[in-house]
């Protein structure tokens, strides 16, 4: 990481408790809400620039959708009073709302994104901030995504779909970084 601080934000992706409803099925990477409360801690105490980012989602009866439980923060991800709090509908989180907005005027160039699912929001959304110009790093042990049916009847295990798609970020779209390693980059940034 070689950007200044205060031109660095952290953008927490869908952490909800939707996704423990069904469709969703069998998860990889357990250890992603810890990972994921790491990262936030170390941003909120040095009172860097956060965004959280939730799906509302508009297709009936899903899991996601305002109103229903699921589309709640995951505990120990809620926004804290004041943290901005964008709600997309797509899988890009660029798409239809005010992040790029947001965070042009805060003057950040360097996007940290972490959050679900690895394969669809979070990879939208790299691939989107690293072609709207943003310096992208995705911490890949702060993600899970969901087992897949191929349409062939097999299932493709979540952890291969996982480093299938972090391999194709950190080629052409993003730094891919695990927690460990990023916070101990923190106080050189």
């Keep these: ?21 069904s469709p969703w099925g069998r998860r990889n990477n357990p250890d992603m809400e810890a990972n994921g409360r790491r990262l936030l801690a170390a941003w909120r105490e040095r009172g860097w620039p956060l965004i959280h980012v939730r799906h509302d989602s508009v297709q009936p009866g899903s899991s996601l959708s ?18 901005a709090v964008v709600a997309k509908s797509v899988n890009a989180a660029f798409i239809g709302t005010d992040l790029d907005l947001r965070l042009r005027r805060l003057g950040v160039d360097t996007v940290v994104l972490f959050g679900v699912s690895t394969d669809m929001c979070v990879s939208t959304t790299a691939r989107m901030a690293s072609n709207l110009g943003y310096r992208t790093v995705v911490i890949g042990d702060a993600c899970f995504c969901f087992d897949l049916d191929d349409g062939a009847g097999a299932t ?6 996982s480093a299938a798609h972090l391999a194709t970020l950190r080629a052409e779209f993003a730094q891919v970084l695990d927690t460990a390693e990023f916070l101990a980059t923190l106080d050189a940034i």
């Excluded at 990481?1 to 939707?18: C, S």
């Excluded at 305002?66 to 943290?83: M, S």
Aim: proline letters at 11%; aromatic letters at 8%.
């Design 66 to 83: 305002p109103g229903h439980p699921g589309n709640a923060f995951r505990d120990g991800f809620e926004p804290l009073p004041g943290e």
């Design 1 to 21: 990481m070689t950007a200044t601080r205060q031109r660095v934000a952290l953008i927490p992706i869908d952490v909800q408790r939707g996704f423990d409803y």
């Design 156 to 161: 493709i295990a979540a952890e291969a779909i």
